[in-house]
């Protein structure tokens, strides 16, 4: 046996999983794209109206309606497409034939054999490169409601309601390689693909509202074999819950296989709560959806101008503020505090925080402590930050005092970063009197001074915590770390 | 009271000088419903009242000067699977029987906006599969020049409002020949402009890469007026051309000197001897008005009818999956949603729409696809490439529209192949996307009339009403 073709990636030896088995993960995420009016008619595209009030001749598929292809939707999919390393080619819609009471006209419109974006890439923070097979436009359905029986599903339901106001709705399918190894690593690629399609303005990407679904398939097998049968986990609602639902998946798929089973194809649908994956539908019963192209829509041909216009105003991507953000702060790109900010969108809060002055490190770091639910735009103005950051840098605030005073600007949105250390009474305490505390606290233990003398650092701490108690936490933790090491002789 | 012209252009032309009103004409075309509607069923519903209050709106207009559209006051009939807002619109299933659509189709509003008034909507079969109009839910259309035979179709309806003096003039959808085949067996003009001339919204699709809407008239200088009207780009028809309406009346008198006229020596046989003779006798005439008549091949056609009959059945089996009770028409309830589903459709829908439902399922399912659409597919790309071939001879191609004249009831409904062989000279059209158009040109077999088509490339109306227009008025010689 050799390797599957479909993927040449190998996990590495510290992600293999027990036994010698290796998993293979490809994702099919759906995001709801961020345009004003519907794929194919001009009703609105908006989350939470009544419902069934954003509708027309055309979502309901009523008799002799005809869609006329959204070209803001094009245009967000290009976006897509170019984030994603993708060639943008020539495409065609198709219709996908199945009967379903929220699918208004039977058929969804969708791209099958010759898709808008191909053969792209994305590369995650960590490093690992993930293939795009594709990322596709099609029209999301209505919703169904279904009402009465136990299940909350349409079989023994009392009777169902439909919404139609989703019906239409735009959509981009974004099918990964199968070229993840590791929950680890579909997280993080569900995270930098939610970074870069909020980035670009595409979507919202709330899994937690379904504007960005995430299907996974997951199967197992030894490396150097072809790749065994997999099942697609769906009703995966965060990233948190898509490591566990891959974690589990892989366990029992190895378990089934351990112990001389075999995996059957199927659609598996994750219990969160009870941490399980079940049987959803077997793909042998699966419906043949009589793919064939969309007669009511002409061929959809991007012209060279256009795709280069819209790679020419796609904003910086994530990978490439990562990066910037490094230079910025002398951070590692690969570090927490740069992808959690970048991932956050807050960089530019950072700039503008330098640019106003600011010290570049505490401005990263306070953004990263104090700034986690403000949103790209945080309410603190970001000349007000600076000002703290550099109170701070030049001790004029100890670490302890300007944690207090970011936590004040962040709840009043901001505020004079020195009236208020002012106002609770910090001051800077000038470095003599710092010595005297050192000198008093030397005195009150003198047995933790001598384990410090005698080189062990952990005993600074029983020193340092009575300079502090002290000076109430004015006084500077390195200040009174440099007074310490000025009084121990130079080894 | 002036006597009522019988032409749309006579009718605007005498309303608009004020020599007659909008509400004498209409009075006296319901009139003659009043009078023979009963025989021929050409409607599925007459809108009496609202014509005459639409043609009092347009006399009061005139009365006050205000502006009136060119067709002002001229009555027109609508196929009944054109929406129409308000109005009932059945396709004839029973299936959307009582439905009343919330919008208007692109024709309907541009032909209001011209003035002219709706006298009702006419039948078909239902959803415009079939050739005689024996297969509409509510009964069938009898031929107005023989009352015991067929006024063929699909759209037998809106070609026996015109043949009977109900309209002057009425639209029809043309997918396989449903325009064409019944204005030859009811001896009017009927015309299927280039796929895409004529917006397709609102028009209830039976298979949306061959449908096109198409006007039937008693002169050829009416049905180039009317397709004026209702042709140009409409942006809720994304297979709409990008361009504006051609003017197309004045080609019609234009004449044919110097055209070339292609004569198909490989066509199809199966046409009565009379039909052919009718088709040299055109032939004749054309050379004789200054054309030059050009033999050519076209070996693909032998192939169209079996194309079409998997291309048109694939789409109406996709676009008539709508109809599933949900949301509009017909709902049979039953035990769970997908028992529903077959109740509603099995019950509102007839058989020929349920072979061509399962003849299109059959052609798309995996592992027939390649065989069968995919096939037919690529014999529609040789059809266009014949054409394509023969146009660069010929301005346009006369055949017979029809291979016979209008035939008995019962004749061919239990036969499908034999009523699909109806449609043998005028598919292939609508598999290149080209116009083509009828002609009456004398008679037939029982005395019925002989329809001539002239058939043209795309975008090729203004050559095709030159020789339409040519041929009526040699037809005026001929008996």
């Not at chain 2, 917006?199 to 096109?212: E, I, N, T, V």
């Not at chain 2, 006229?261 to 006798?281: K, M, Q, S, Y």
Request: include cysteine; glycine fraction near 10%.
């Amino acid at each position: 046996m050799t390797q599957d073709p479909l993927s040449s990636i190998i996990a590495t030896e510290d992600q293999m999983l027990e036994g010698g088995w290796e998993m293979i993960v490809g994702l099919e995420v759906h995001v709801e794209l961020a345009t004003k009016t519907k794929l194919f008619s001009g009703s609105p595209n908006r989350f939470g109206d009544e419902p069934n009030t954003n509708i027309d001749p055309v979502t309901l598929g009523l008799p002799g309606a005809l869609p006329v292809l959204n070209k803001q939707a094009v245009e967000l999919a290009m976006r897509i497409g170019i984030a994603l390393n993708c060639n943008i080619q020539p495409c065609i819609f198709h219709r996908k034939n199945y009967f379903y009471p929220d699918m208004p006209k039977a058929y969804q419109i969708s791209q099958y054999d010759i898709p808008l974006n191909i053969d792209g890439f994305l590369i995650l923070p960590s490093g690992t490169r993930i293939g795009v097979e594709r990322a596709h436009l099609e029209e999301d359905t209505g919703k169904s409601t279904h009402v009465g029986g136990a299940t909350g599903r349409i079989h023994g339901s009392d009777y169902s309601l439909i919404d139609f106001n989703r019906a239409g709705v735009p959509l981009v399918e974004i099918v990964s390689r199968p070229d993840i190894r590791t929950s680890e690593h579909a997280k993080e690629y569900v995270a930098e693909l939610r970074a870069i399609l909020e980035v670009i303005g595409a979507s919202d990407a709330k899994m937690e509202e379904g504007s960005m679904r995430v299907d996974a398939n997951v199967s197992v097998h030894k490396p150097g074999t072809m790749f065994g049968t997999r099942c697609e986990i769906k009703n995966v609602n965060s990233i948190r819950a898509l490591g566990r639902a891959i974690d589990y998946e892989a366990r029992r798929q190895i378990d089934v296989l351990d112990s001389g089973g075999t995996i059957r194809q199927e659609t598996r649908h994750w219990d969160d709560a009870e941490g399980r994956t079940h049987t959803l539908r077997v793909k042998e019963d699966a419906d043949d959806y009589r793919y064939f192209p969309e007669p009511d829509l002409v061929p959809l041909a991007p012209s060279a101008e256009w795709v280069q216009a819209v790679r020419d105003n796609l904003p910086m991507l994530p990978a490439a503020r990562r990066t910037a953000l490094s230079a910025l702060t002398g951070y590692d790109t690969q570090s927490e505090a740069v992808i959690v900010v970048v991932e956050r969108g807050q960089h530019d809060y950072v700039q503008a925080v330098v640019d106003a002055g600011g010290d570049a490190v505490r401005a990263l770091i306070y953004v990263q402590q104090g700034f986690a639910d403000a949103g790209p735009v945080p309410a603190v103005p970001a000349a007000d930050l600076a000002k703290l950051t550099i109170l701070e840098r030049d001790a004029k605030l100890s670490a302890t005092q300007a944690k207090t005073v970011l936590a004040e600007l962040v709840e009043h949105g901001g505020g004079d970063a020195a009236a208020i250390a002012a106002a609770k009474g910090f001051e800077a305490m000038d470095t003599s009197a710092v010595e005297a505390m050192v000198d008093e606290a030397i005195a009150a233990d003198p047995g933790a001074w001598a384990k410090y003398m005698a080189g062990d650092e952990k005993a600074s701490g029983a020193i340092v915590g009575r300079v502090m108690k002290a000076s109430q936490g004015k006084a500077d933790g390195k200040i009174v770390t440099a007074i310490m090491q000025s009084r121990r002789p130079s080894a | 009271m002036a006597t009522i012209p019988t032409t749309a252009s006579a009718i605007a032309a005498a309303i608009a000088s004020k020599q007659i009103t909008a509400r004498e004409v209409i009075d006296s075309y319901l009139a003659q419903i009043t009078a023979r509607e009963t025989d021929i069923h050409a409607f599925n519903l007459v809108t009496a009242d609202a014509a005459r209050a639409h043609a009092d709106a347009i006399d009061a207009d005139i009365a006050a000067g205000r502006p009136i559209g060119p067709l002002a006051g001229v009555p027109i009939a609508f196929k009944d699977n054109m929406c129409t807002h308000g109005i009932e619109t059945t396709c004839s299933s029973k299936i959307l029987e009582g439905w009343k659509p919330p919008y208007d189709a692109t024709v309907v509003s541009r032909l209001r906006d011209a003035g002219a008034v709706m006298v009702g909507k006419t039948n078909l079969d239902e959803f415009a599969m079939g050739s005689s109009t024996e297969n509409s839910a509510f009964g069938p259309t009898r031929n107005p020049l023989d009352t015991s035979r067929v006024p063929g179709g699909s759209s037998g309806g809106s070609a026996a409002a015109v043949a009977a003096g109900f309209a002057p003039v009425s639209l029809g959808s043309d997918t396989g020949g449903s325009i064409r085949q019944p204005a030859a067996l009811c001896g009017v003009v009927g015309v299927k402009p280039t796929y895409g001339l004529v917006s397709r919204y609102g028009l209830c699709a039976y298979a949306s890469s061959l449908d096109q809407i198409g006007p039937f008239a008693t002169t050829v200088a009416d049905a180039a007026l009317i397709t004026e009207a209702i042709a140009g780009h409409d942006v809720m028809d994304s297979t709409s051309i990008p361009q504006p309406a051609p003017a197309l009346v004045a080609s019609v008198t234009q004449g044919v000197a110097g055209m070339r006229i292609g004569r198909v020596t490989d066509l199809p046989a199966g046409a009565e001897p009379e039909v052919i003779a009718r088709l040299n006798e055109a032939f004749t005439a054309l050379e004789a008005a200054g054309a030059t008549i050009v033999d050519i091949t076209l070996p693909s056609l032998s192939y169209a009818l079996t194309a079409y009959y998997l291309i048109a059945p694939a789409e109406a089996s996709s676009n008539l999956a709508r109809y599933d009770g949900v949301r509009y028409g017909l709902r049979v309830n039953a035990v769970d949603t997908n028992s529903m589903y077959g109740a509603t459709r099995a019950a509102g829908f007839g058989d020929e729409v349920k072979r061509r439902i399962m003849l299109g399922t059959y052609a798309l399912s995996a592992g027939y696809y390649d065989a069968y659409y995919g096939k037919a597919l690529k014999v529609r790309r040789l059809i266009s490439e014949d054409f394509e071939r023969a146009y660069a001879q010929v301005d346009v191609i006369l055949t017979p529209t029809s291979p016979v004249v209008a035939f008995p009831f019962g004749d061919k409904v239990d036969d499908p192949m034999a009523m699909y062989l109806c449609d043998i000279y005028t598919i292939p059209t609508n598999l290149a996307g080209h116009p083509a158009m009828s002609v009456p040109f004398g008679t037939g077999a029982h005395g019925l009339p002989v329809g001539i088509q002239v058939l043209a490339p795309a975008l090729g109306e203004a050559p095709m009403f030159r020789v339409g227009g040519a041929l009526e008025q040699a037809a005026g010689g001929v008996k």
